[in-house]
Nanobody
C-alpha cells in the first residue's frame, strides 16, 4: 500500500518560513518524480513545484520561484519544500504527489495534505 504523509504545516506571519516534509512508503521512491501542489479555499488545486527522481532538475510555479525550494533525500524516501518569505496568498492545503511518468508531473499517488496559513 502506497502512502505519502506530509508534515510541517502551520500558521506563520507574513515573511516567515516553514519547511514541509513528505515521507513515502510502499513504492520505490527513486522511481518517481515528486511534486508539491496546493489548494486554497474556493480554488482548484495548483502546481507549486516538482523535482526529478534524482534531484537534478526542479520546476517552480512563477509566484513561488525564489522563495520556495524543493529537495529530496532518496535514502530517506522523503521530499521537502522549504518555504521562505511566506505571503498571505500562500495560504492553502499543501499536498505532495508521486509522479511516475516523464514530462509534466501528474501524480499517481497523493498525500492527505498539510495546512499552511500565512497571516498578514
Amino acid at each position: 500500500q502506497v502512502r505519502l504523509v506530509e508534515s510541517g504545516g502551520g500558521l506563520v506571519q507574513a515573511g516567515g518560513s516553514l519547511s514541509l516534509s513528505c515521507v513515502a512508503s510502499g513504492l520505490t521512491f527513486d522511481n518517481y518524480a515528486m511534486g508539491w501542489f496546493r489548494q486554497a479555499p474556493g480554488k482548484e488545486r495548483e502546481f507549486v513545484s516538482t523535482i526529478t527522481w534524482n534531484g537534478d532538475t526542479t520546476y517552480y510555479e512563477h509566484s513561488v520561484k525564489g522563495r520556495f525550494t524543493i529537495s529530496r533525500d532518496n535514502a530517506k524516501n522523503t521530499a521537502y519544500l522549504q518555504m521562505n518569505s511566506l505571503k498571505p496568498e500562500d495560504t492553502a492545503i499543501y499536498y505532495c504527489g508521486a509522479c511516475d511518468g516523464a514530462g509534466t508531473c501528474v501524480p499517481s499517488y497523493w498525500g492527505q495534505g498539510t495546512q499552511v496559513t500565512g497571516s498578514s
